[in-house]
Structures are given as structure tokens and as C-alpha cells.
């Protein structure tokens, strides 16, 4: 069965950088895009982006161009989502997601980072 | 691109139908068939109920539905029980004016 693994929980401090890892399994993992959703305390969902595992190609929101960055390492079925210059409005709780015929149906469990000095 | 708007909050007894909005524009729901509906509960990952406007994967009871009608979409859900309550969310992919994916703020269903 398809499955998203991510990384554990972050604490950061302001300005500093954070990576969350992705990894999955049950699948051929360079067969679909993988996106990244976002949810701020007490607010809704936020797409991020997306990055097609075969090529590398990505397409990111225009709010986290230039301060995100997806890469993934297809030798371990795994992607990679980096938010720099982190500031508190960061904080939140940090999905992927894998689309294909249908969109976003299999998620990961979610990591929380949390900045704060 | 703007968010798309829905309802802050929805509500009904158990055995009741709930239906909830999600309004978009031209650019997005109004031209496009890739509108999906998403449920989250608190501290869970969302969870996939309609697709494609109308289409539930497997394992989603027949309850959800889902429908469009010019710019606005709409998911229902019959018969309410205790676990539907959860958040709702819409969203819109593949529009002419949609950059990757749009989500609306989403609905609160409370079920009384």
C-alpha cells in the first residue's frame, strides 16, 4: 500500500533553515509528484508546491518562491522540502502529499516545526 | 490567485443532510473540472472525498457527494454521523488562471 513516512518534529529559531524529508514506499516513486501542504495554527490548508520526482522539476506558490526549495534523492524514494530564513508565521505543520488520477490521496502523517527564539 | 471562499462553519443533527459551498471564480472552479473535497480532522492527515467535481475514490461512503453549479461547488453529506465532523476543505487544479493548487479557508462541520 502507499505510504508517505516524514521526518519528526523541528524546533527552529528565527532565520534559521529547516528540511523536512518525505519518504515513500509502495509505489513506483518517480511515477507521480509529490506536493507539500502546510497548516498554520488555527488556520487552513496552504499549498506549497510540487516537484516531479523523475525529472527534479518543481513549481512552487508564488508566497515561497525564493524561500523554498524541493529536491529529491530517487535512490531512497525520498523527498526533500527546505524552508529558509524561517520567521514564527513558519510555524506549522508540514504535509506531503501524492497526486495522480486523483489529487493529494495519499498523505503523509505531517511534521510540526515550530520557530521560536 | 485568491483562496477560495467557503463557509466558516456548517451544522446538523445526525441522520441530517449538510451541504457546504466553496466559491471560486472563472479562472478556477468556474472553467475547470478538477475541483476536490478534503476532510481533516484535528491532528490527522486530510483525508481525499470527491475528486473531478462529483467522483469518490473507494472507501468514501456514497453519504458524500459532490456537485458544481457555475463558480460555486458544493459537497453534501446525508445522513450525518458523529465522525463526519470534521473540517472541510475545497479545492481547485488545473485552472486556466490556477497555479498548482488552491484550497479554500475551509468549513467547521459540527454535528449537534
Known amino acids: 500500500q502507499v505510504q508517505l513516512v516524514q521526518s519528526g518534529a523541528e524546533v527552529k529559531k528565527p532565520g534559521a533553515s529547516v528540511k523536512v524529508s518525505c519518504k515513500a514506499s509502495?509505489?513506483?516513486?518517480?511515477?507521480?509528484?509529490l506536493h507539500w501542504v502546510r497548516q498554520a495554527p488555527g488556520q487552513g490548508l496552504e499549498w506549497m508546491g510540487w516537484?516531479?520526482?523523475?525529472?527534479?522539476?518543481?513549481l512552487y506558490a508564488q508566497k515561497f518562491q525564493g524561500r523554498v526549495t524541493m529536491t529529491r534523492d530517487t535512490s531512497v524514494s525520498t523527498a526533500y522540502m527546505e524552508v529558509s530564513t524561517l520567521t514564527s508565521d513558519d510555524t506549522a505543520v508540514y504535509y506531503c502529499?501524492?497526486?495522480?488520477?486523483?489529487?493529494?490521496?495519499?498523505w503523509g502523517q505531517g511534521t510540526l516545526v515550530t520557530v521560536s527564539s | 490567485q485568491s483562496a477560495l471562499t467557503q463557509p466558516p462553519s456548517a451544522s446538523g443533527s445526525p441522520g441530517q443532510s449538510v451541504t457546504m459551498s466553496c466559491t471560486g471564480t472563472?479562472?478556477?472552479?468556474?472553467?475547470?473540472?478538477?475541483v476536490a473535497w478534503y476532510q481533516h480532522h484535528p491532528g490527522k492527515a486530510p483525508k481525499l472525498v470527491i475528486y473531478?467535481?462529483?467522483r469518490r475514490p473507494s472507501g468514501v461512503p456514497n453519504r458524500f457527494s459532490g456537485s458544481k453549479s457555475g463558480n460555486t461547488a458544493s459537497l453534501t453529506v446525508s445522513g450525518l454521523q458523529a465522525e463526519d465532523e470534521a473540517d472541510y476543505y475545497c479545492?481547485?487544479?488545473?485552472?486556466?488562471?490556477?497555479?498548482?493548487?488552491?484550497f479554500g479557508g475551509g468549513t467547521k462541520l459540527t454535528v449537534l
Open positions: 473531478e467535481v462529483t
Open positions: 479545492s481547485s487544479y488545473g485552472g486556466v488562471n490556477t497555479v498548482g493548487v488552491l
Open positions: 509502495g509505489y513506483t516513486f518517480t511515477g507521480y509528484y
Open positions: 516537484i516531479n520526482p523523475n525529472s527534479g522539476v518543481t
Open positions: 472563472n479562472g478556477d472552479i468556474g472553467d475547470d473540472v478538477h
Open positions: 502529499a501524492r497526486s495522480g488520477l486523483q489529487p493529494l490521496a495519499h
